[in-house]
């Protein structure tokens, strides 16, 4: 039975992407408790109630069971066993099995080779014993930490195969993924919804670039081939399939030089490459997770018109101050979000502005002027 407006819904995060599902859900009509130990957290504020407890803290995790009709997630390192708990007495969404795929590299590729998705090469990397395995492999690559690596974090380039044995050390020779570097004609997302049934709506495909690591510009969409736009739905579909997934799925592709498409990874959770739906499209990546834990159907994922999403960061604060953002908002097509964080740190993602237009170019040129104002 469906979920409707008036019930409490459980949030396990209590960053920018869980304080953007509050909003959507308090649009609609429902309560949220957050859980996230930060007591200055994005979404705890905007939350109904806010439990700034650890993520395994078990009276916290009874609380919501209590009062919860359901719970998800914004936040693939909440712990598996916190939602496993959770799971006895309450529905959560997605399950305790997706994220744990999701919060391993090895496994998160093991999965999608296993659904027969191509990947770029890799090598697992359990201990220094393994490292001679990595003879073969072909260079140049990417050491990448196993878990908890965000935001181009705990990764590091190895050149040749002499490199490895440094790069794996001063990862803290933890469990590591050796990944292929990849010749990127760019990379692409795709965000989508399943429901409990299995529906799947996708948004259309965002192209993203990065700078230093971190998701800069995100526009949709994107401009790729229409057969290299299908088979990437059609991955993102087979994964969501192959874990039958509830809620809103993003998968990250690389589309190779010579013209492949890769999945990079997955996030059990909205996307920062999904933003641009808060204002280009008839329905956001938020408030589809609503719709989707809460069994109803899924709304509209058509998109009104291009749009550019430029990722603020705290590198983009002067010091001791904050940007012009009169600027920004004289910009009629210009879209401002801020999740109210209070300490600007260079990397820390602060902020996103959607800009529109009539165009991809011409929402990208908007973007232009946009960091051109707040340039420091
Ligand atoms: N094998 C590769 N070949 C080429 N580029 C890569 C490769 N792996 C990573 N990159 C580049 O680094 C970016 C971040 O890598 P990845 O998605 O693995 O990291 P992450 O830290 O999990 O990032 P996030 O969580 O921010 O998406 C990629 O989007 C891509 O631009
Ligand atoms: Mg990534």
């Known amino acids: 039975m469906a979920i409707l407006p008036g019930a409490t819904l459980g949030m396990l995060g209590g960053g920018q992407l869980g304080r953007m599902f509050v909003v959507a859900a308090r649009t609609l009509g429902y309560d ?10 994005p979404a705890g504020g905007l939350a109904s109630e806010h ?18 009709a359901v719970i998800t997630t914004e936040f693939e390192n909440i712990p598996a066993d916190s939602v496993a708990y959770l799971a006895a007495s309450v529905a959560v969404h997605p399950s305790a099995d997706a994220l744990r795929t999701a919060q391993h590299r090895r496994l998160e590729k093991d999965f999608f080779r296993a659904q027969g998705l191509a990947t770029a090469e890799y090598l697992a990397l359990e201990s220094e014993a393994d490292l001679a395995a990595a003879g073969g492999f072909p260079f140049p ?24 044995a440094p790069a794996f050390e001063s990862l803290g020779g933890k469990a590591c993924v050796l990944e292929q570097r990849i010749e990127l004609a760019c990379e692409v997302s795709v965000v989508l919804a399943r429901s409990q049934a299995g529906e799947v709506d996708c948004f259309p495909i965002a192209q993203n670039s990065h700078a230093g690591g971190i998701l800069d510009v ?3 969409p994107a401009a790729i081939e229409p057969a290299l736009a299908a088979e990437a739905i059609e991955a993102a579909q087979r994964i969501a399939d192959g874990l039958d997934y509830c809620g809103v799925l993003a998968v990250e592709f690389f589309v190779s030089s010579d013209g492949r498409i890769l999945v990079n990874e997955m996030a059990p959770r909205p996307h920062n490459s999904g933003h641009y739906t808060l204002d280009a499209c008839a ?5 589809q997770q609503v719709r989707m834990v ?3 159907p899924a709304g509209d994922c058509g998109q009104h018109g291009p749009v550019a999403m430029w990722n603020l960061l705290g590198d983009t604060w002067p010091d001791d101050s904050i940007p012009d953002w009169g600027r920004v908002l004289a910009e009629p097509r210009a879209k401002l979000h801020l999740y109210g964080k209070k300490e600007a740190r260079p990397g820390r993602k602060m902020g996103h502005v959607n800009c529109l237009g009539d165009s991809v170019d011409e929402a990208l040129e908007l973007l232009d002027r946009i960091k051109s104002h707040l340039r420091r």
């Open 294 to 296: 809460c069994g109803l």
């Open 283 to 287: 329905t956001s990546q938020f408030e």
């Open 51 to 68: 439990l700034a407890r650890a993520y395994d803290d078990r009276e916290a995790l009874d609380h919501m069971a209590t009062h919860c």
């Open 218 to 220: 995100s526009f949709a």
């Open 141 to 164: 690559a990417i050491l990448k930490t196993a878990q908890l690596g965000y935001d181009g974090k705990g990764q590091v380039p190895c050149d040749d195969y002499a490199a490895l």
């Open 32 to 41: 949220v408790i957050v859980l996230d130990p930060d007591p200055t957290s």
